[in-house]
């Protein structure tokens, strides 16, 4: 019923990378017969994809565009989309300077009045460290009389899903900062496999106890969720995107990503379409 059908990909909106999934033997070509495939599509008026990284293969694809289909056939528009931000893993003595003295101060001051542990999640112990994540993110974005993106039965029962396979597949990196055996701070973060030419740790949600902000345990569970990093072979750190406050203070650089509108100009009767 809408006046316009539009052709989205899943996740848009909400997902910081897009683009697709493709085997490595995927040819150019084989992206071009997928791409001449839409489009010759009765169903849509318009296709929008946004947030794709420089080199992505669809994004290539349509830079091969013009080459390959002419101009009366389809309208093309090619933008920039909202960036992520990164940064280099690196011990915490290496970080910025502010940021560095407040690690070290916030650190050595929970030191003091117990024992202060960086755990990583495993198979034992991974749904105690996700539901004390869902618990302390609900609790700050309530406090804001927001919902949060953990408010959703639905969006944990799918997270409560995955938890495991990633776990298994090697890709998920759920830290705990834990005072004197409470945890205080979870970071739930995704990570390159080992071999990535740029191996990359993606820092997606962290939520933090507000009994113990005087701790400032979101800024410690950070630098030393990326030390750990650093020691695990990664190169990169990324923060996603947003241009919340606390990124300004870790001085990540901007990574773009891109998008496009593409908006055939004819189509072939719906009816021979489906035949």
Not at 9 to 18: A, K, Q, S, V
Not at 109 to 118: E, P, T
Not at 211 to 231: F, Y
């Amino acid at each position: 019923g809408a006046p316009e059908r539009r052709l989205l990909p899943l996740g848009i909106g909400t997902t910081d990378y897009l683009g697709g999934i493709y085997s490595p033997a995927c040819s150019e070509d084989e992206l071009d017969a997928g791409f001449n495939a839409l489009l010759r599509d009765a169903q849509w008026d318009e296709m929008i994809v946004t947030q794709l990284r420089p080199g992505a293969p669809m994004l290539r694809a349509v830079e091969r565009f013009p080459t390959q289909l002419s101009m009366a056939t389809a309208e093309l528009q090619r933008f920039e989309t909202e960036g992520c931000r990164r940064t280099h893993a690196t011990a915490i003595a290496e970080l910025p300077p502010k940021i560095r003295r407040n690690a070290m101060y916030y650190r050595n001051r929970a030191q003091r009045s117990g024992h202060l542990d960086l755990t990583i999640a495993n198979e034992s112990n991974w749904s105690e460290a996700f539901d004390a994540l869902v618990r302390l993110h609900r609790e700050r974005w309530q406090s804001r009389g927001e919902p949060g993106v953990l408010a959703d039965d639905r969006v944990v029962a799918m997270h409560r899903e995955a938890l495991p396979l990633l776990l298994t597949a090697g890709t998920l990196r759920l830290c705990c900062l834990r005072h004197s055996g409470q945890i205080i701070g979870v970071l739930y973060s995704l990570i390159d496999p080992p071999g990535a030419v740029e191996r990359t740790q993606y820092f997606y949600l962290t939520a933090f106890d507000p009994a113990h902000a005087d701790l400032r345990p979101g800024t410690v569970l950070l630098a030393l969720a990326i030390e750990h990093a650093a020691n695990e072979g990664v190169r990169t750190i990324d923060m996603l995107r947003g241009e919340e406050a606390y990124k300004q203070i870790w001085h990540l650089e901007r990574t773009p990503t891109f998008g496009f509108e593409l908006r055939p100009c004819a189509r072939r009767d719906p009816a021979r379409a489906v035949a």
